[in-house]
Structure formats: C-alpha cells, structure tokens
C-alpha cells in the first residue's frame, strides 16, 4: 500500500479518544479518506475516516489508540485506501492493512488498485451457467457451487468449517484463489496456509490476514481488499476467481465494536442498523462479467448458539444464494441450499444429474424415517430395511466431508449404491436412465444381449423370393 505522503492539512488538536477512534475537526476531508497520525513520541499510524458530523471528523487507527496523545499530528492524505495488485502477489500473504506478512520483497512500487469501489452494472453481468466443480460430493450432487455465485457456510464453533473451506480452496476448478481472514488466531492461520502450500495451490493464491491480535479496522479492510484483487483478475486477466472469506460474523462484530465507540444507536442484538447494507456491498461484488472472468464468493458465518435468527446469519440469507450448513460434522443434506444450481444440473453436468439427486435424497430422507422407527421399536418392513442400509452406505460414501471425489465419479457411486439397495422399479426414475445407468446384475447382461437377439430377429425382414416384387 502508498500513498501520497505530501500533506493537504495538517492538524495538531485531537478533540477526543476513544478506544481506537479519534475525532477532531476538519473541513474538506471525505468518507474513506486515509491520514496519517503522528504520535508526540515521533511513531506514526495511518487512520481512516469512517465518520462526518458537519467539520468533526471520526477516524480509525490501525495501530490503536493506546498511548495517543491528543497533541498527536494528523495529515490527511486526501486520497482513499489502495492495495497493490500485480502477478507479483500471488503467492504472497499480506495483512490487513496491505503490508506484507509473510516476508517477502516490497511490493510498494508495484501498480495499485482502489478498494472499496462500487458494485458492477448490471448490464455487464452475465446469467451464471457454470459449475465450479470442489469435489465434495454433497455440494457437487446435491447443492452446486456456481461461478459467480455468493454463498455462505453456516456453522458454529467447533464445527470443522475451516477444514471445509481449505479443501474446497485447494481441490475447486479456479484460476485464481484469494482468502480473507478475518480475526484468525495464529493456528487457524498456519493451518489455511500450510493447507495451500501443501496441496500445491499457494502459487495461484493471495492471501488476505487479519489475526486476532491486530487492529480491529485491519479486520474491517480485509474483504474489501481481497474482493478488489478478485475483481482486478477476473476483469483485466479473464481469471475464474474464488473468493474464500472467514469469518463473517468476526467482521460485523468488528463493525458492531467500531458503531459503538462512535456513539451510534444500536439496532438488533447490539448491531448497527445498516448491517444488512455492509453485508450486501461486500457480497454483491460476485460477478460473471460480460467478455471476461468471474468472481465466486465462499464465506464462513458461524451462529452464535447455532441460532440461525442471529442478525448476521439472517441478514446474509436475504443477500446470498443459498448456504451449505455444517451441522455435526457433516453439510446437511436437508439445510443446505443453492439457488442457482438449476442452471447447471443436467447443463454443463450428465443427463442423469437431476433425476439421481432428487432419488438420492428421497431415499435419504425415508432413511431416516426408517431408523426413527427402529429406535422406537416399532415393526419394520423388507423396504425399511433397504432403506437402513442404504442409509448406512450414504453417510459413508457421501455425507463425509474428507471424501473427495469428482461429479462423474460421484454419480457413478450413487447408481451403484442404488443398486446395491434397491430393485429398478423401485426408483420411480426415467426408465431410459434407468436402462443406461442402472449397473447390470449378475445373469443381467447375458438377458440384455438375448432380447437384443430377439428385437433384431423380429425387426428383420424374410429374405424375398425369386421373381417376387420388392
């Protein structure tokens, strides 16, 4: 990150201090703008403005407001916050506010981008028709991931979301990947890293990282420094690029802290009224742009007290397309959701896509239905007892998050698992899926191959006699 550190105005009388915000007053200053806080002690910090009340500005201090004076220097810089975009970052880890954490070379003379610009015109976007293939087979079955699509992962904690997020990072059909941590302690970090240095995707990923140690408006910048990479990529690069966030509710918490320190009123649970508002701009960045590439954005949304009606979950429901929720260790087949999968289910996947995942789930469903009435003893049918096994063999070949598997591979696994419990007529399926996909059974192959005979004995003609007329 740079700046212009020419000053427009200087001033040296901070009105008051509070937490990590400072106000004073100032005229020709705008929303967003950068400055530069000098300490009486000559240490320095950038700030940013995030409120106007007629001249007295609010602004936000990286480094905190521990040990600021009041006879401290801002200079406002008259330009709002930037991140540098280039190849040069990939593979590269930057904290929040820009600077590199990882150790490697500056990047300081590298091109820069704005953060935080507005959403794209709707006429440049394109209806989502593709399908980002993560290998997990309960979002490529049953819930795709779409290109272009925003999607959260609701969980709580001790759910292993981060486990989730890092294995759809590293096995999705992406060009470019790009990760935002949002008050990650230090393990959570070394595991997201480690996972995408090991699985040889850390070339091809920027990675966005506020711990929870760092200054709380770092936390704030973070998605919006990442999104305005994603977006530089897939517009200036033609990149299929994959945004993974985590965690949201770190960062309206963020927010939630900062309104209160700025004396705002509350509005639901202590958050601020414009939560949905924040929450939006953010996710609306995901784009499949006209004659270019995409932005997908993945985030984590943990529920405090696994209560969905949290404002943060329910507020994100209303703006994303649906949401994978992990709920005992696995993504719930029933809570789960993705609203655009019907524009690639049986499109750019197999014919059989659809018809297997309605079956699948049905089946699943009546599963469970079949082991609530074994546990309360009550008597079972030979169809009941299909459906256990078929339960059994769902849970292990499909519910696990850890397994990995291709869309191909998966539905090839559903039909032999259908076979192995059900009988064809049992299905309820189109029969010609059901004759093209159904594995054959033992003495099965060799009665396909007699009525062939048959077919092809009655469909030919008798040979014409001599002298007959055609």
């Not at 059989?352 to 079972?380: C, G, P, W």
Request: proline share 6%.
């Amino acid at each position: 990150m740079t700046f212009d550190l020419q000053p427009l105005v200087r001033h040296t009388r901070i009105q008051e201090i509070v937490g990590d915000v400072i106000r004073l007053r100032a005229k020709g200053v705008a929303l967003g703008d950068m400055a530069e806080v000098e300490n009486t002690d000559g240490e320095s910090s950038l700030a940013r403005v995030i409120g106007l009340e007629r001249d007295v500005v609010s602004l936000q201090v990286f480094a905190g407001g521990k040990g600021l004076s009041t006879n401290a220097t801002v200079k406002f810089l008259g330009r709002s916050l930037d991140v540098v975009y280039s190849p040069n970052i990939l593979g590269r880890i930057f904290r929040g506010s820009g600077t590199p954490l990882d150790g490697g070379p500056d990047l300081t003379s590298d091109p820069h981008v704005k953060v935080g610009g507005p959403t794209v015109n709707p006429v440049m976007r394109v209806m989502p028709t593709k399908m980002i293939e993560t290998r997990v087979p309960m979002i490529d079955l049953f819930n795709c991931l779409v290109e272009s699509q925003k999607i959260p992962i609701f969980s709580v904690a001790g759910e292993p979301h981060g486990e989730l997020l890092a294995r759809i990072g590293f096995q999705a059909d992406a060009d470019v990947l790009v990760f935002g941590g949002l008050g990650l302690i230090f393990d959570d970090y070394h595991f997201f890293r480690t996972a995408f240095e090991e699985h040889g995707v850390f070339g091809r990923t920027v990675m966005f990282v506020n711990q929870a140690s760092d200054p709380l408006v770092e936390r704030l910048l973070v998605p919006d420094m990442a999104l305005a990479v994603a977006e530089k990529f897939a517009v200036e690069e033609n990149k299929r690029v994959l945004v993974l966030l985590t965690d949201m509710t770190a960062y309206a918490d963020a927010m939630k802290e900062i309104g209160v320190a700025q004396e705002r009123i509350p509005a639901v649970r202590g958050y601020m009224g414009d939560l949905y508002t924040q929450l939006a701009q953010r996710y609306e960045k995901a784009c499949d742009f006209k004659g270019a590439g995409s932005v997908t954005i993945l985030t984590v949304t943990t529920m405090p007290g696994d209560d969905v009606t949290h404002p943060v979950p329910d507020n994100t429901g209303y703006i994303t397309e649906g949401q994978f929720y992990l709920h005992g260790g696995i993504i719930d087949p029933f809570g789960s959701l993705s609203r655009l999968k019907q524009h690639v289910i049986g499109k750019s996947t197999r014919e059989d896509h659809s018809q297997v995942m309605n079956t699948m789930i049905r089946f699943y469903s009546e599963a469970v239905e079949a082991q609530r009435k074994q546990a309360m003893a009550f008597e079972l049918s030979p169809f009941d007892h299909k459906l256990l096994k078929y339960g059994d063999l769902f849970r292990k070949r499909f519910l696990d998050i850890r397994v990995s598997m291709g869309v191909i591979e998966a539905l090839d696994l559903c039909w032999q698992t259908l076979g192995e419990c059900f009988e064809p007529n049992e299905l309820l399926m189109k029969q010609h899926l059901i004759d093209k996909y159904f594995p054959n059974r033992p003495g099965q192959t060799e009665r396909a191959d007699e009525s062939d005979e048959i077919e092809q004995e009655v469909a030919e003609p008798p040979p014409a006699s001599e002298g007959s007329s055609p």
